[in-house]
Each structure stands twice: as C-alpha cells, then as structure tokens.
C-alpha cells in the first residue's frame, strides 16, 4: 500500500513480506526468497536492515548488510556499513566501491 501510494512501487522488481515465508526473521527465509526471485545470488545482495533481528537474518543469508540507524543504537554488529538514512554520503561511497568489486 506504501509504495503504490507513494509511487515507490515501479521501483521494486519483487516484494517480500513475512507472510510468504515459514520461518521470520531472524531466519534468513526473507532474504533468500527475495534473491530467489531476482534471480540473484545471496552473496550478490545487499541487505538494509535497523533492527538487530534482520541484521541477524541478512548475515545468516549470506548477504552484505547495511544498518541503518534510524532508532539511534549505539553499535550495531556484523554490518558492513552503518548509516544515518539513504542520504549518507558514505553510502554512495560504499556502494561504489561494491559495484567496483564485482566487476
């Protein structure tokens, strides 16, 4: 409902929710339903998760994971990058250096 009200919808090739997986998070079913259907393989995902159970679910699917610190935790283990919101200039950075690496 979000995104289709918000015209974000177009954006997403596949949606996932909770719902059409046995097991929640923190098992890794989600994710790897959701690469399942890109076509993709988990290690070439990226995960954006703020909370430490989808962390948990990112990581035990084999897939990179970006925290985002939208509750303002003080540390948060097992990401590989940590950023305030989708605006973070670090985050380009890093997704940069991602696609670089996989070429």
Known sequence: FVLERSGLRR????????????????????????????GRAPGECI???????????GRA??????????????AFEGVDLVIDDFRSPELERWLSMQQSATR
């Open 47 to 57: 995960v954006f998760e703020d909370s430490p159970t989808g962390i948990t679910a």
């Open 61 to 74: 699917a084999g897939m990179r994971v970006v925290a985002v610190n939208t509750a303002r935790l003080a």
């Open 11 to 38: 954006h997403f090739d596949a949606l996932v929710d909770g719902h059409q997986v046995e097991r929640p998070k923190p098992h890794p079913d989600i994710y790897l339903r959701a690469a399942a259907l890109l």
